[in-house]
């Protein structure tokens, strides 16, 4: 299951002294629902909460 969410990408920008986080549209569906099965969404990858939890 790893390995396959390993294949998300997030792109972040820099703009204003904020960063901005986007996901591509070509996520699999497959890592969709890996992410739903655990109870979780995309929107993990790009949220304010995610990026308290990595610093």
Do not use: H, W
């Amino acid at each position: 299951m790893l390995k396959e969410l390993r294949g998300i990408k997030v792109i972040y920008i820099q703009q204003n002294g904020e960063t901005l986080r986007f996901l591509p549209d070509n996520i699999r569906e497959q890592c969709k629902r890996i992410l739903e099965l655990a109870g979780y969404d995309l929107s993990i990858y790009v949220s304010k909460q995610a990026e308290k939890v990595m610093v």
